[in-house]
Nanobody
Framework: QVQLVESGGGLVQPGGSLRLSCAAS????????MGWYRQAPGKQRELVAE???????NYADSVKGRFTISRDNAKNTVYLQMNSLEAEDTAVYYC??????????????WGQGTHVTVSS
């Protein structure tokens, strides 16, 4: 099982930026699809962005054009660059490792989550 540790969350003003990082253990990182999910208070966990080992990406409509997911297979790390943040982006953000290189196989491992608060 892949161990995931997120970092980079915090408090930011509307319109600001944050970059989340997720460090993964294990040598199989490079063959796994990875993703970022978020859960706001009182809401269900939702997909934010996902990326295949080859770099193909998919985004939720609500973050398209503002967020960018990327990965560095040499560092076993996936990133989420978040720009033009809005109050509605406030949530706990979770890193996810999929069961294979394909998104449809589902999530195999979750990180512990990192809080992002967008407020003035």
């Amino acid at each position: 099982q892949v161990q995931l540790v997120e970092s980079g969350g915090g408090l930011v003003q509307p319109g600001g930026s944050l970059r989340l990082s997720c460090a993964a253990s294990g040598s199989i990182f490079s063959i796994k699809a990875m993703g970022w999910y978020r859960q706001a208070p009182g809401k269900q966990r939702e997909l934010v962005a996902e990326i295949t080992p080859g770099g193909t990406t998919n985004y939720a409509d609500s973050v398209k054009g503002r967020f960018t997911i990327s990965r560095d297979n040499a560092k076993n790390t996936v990133y989420l660059q978040m720009n033009s943040l809005e109050a509605e982006d406030t949530a706990v953000y979770y890193c996810a490792s999929y069961k294979s290189s394909f998104w449809f196989t589902g999530v195999g491992s979750w990180g512990q989550g990192t809080h992002v608060t967008v407020s003035s």
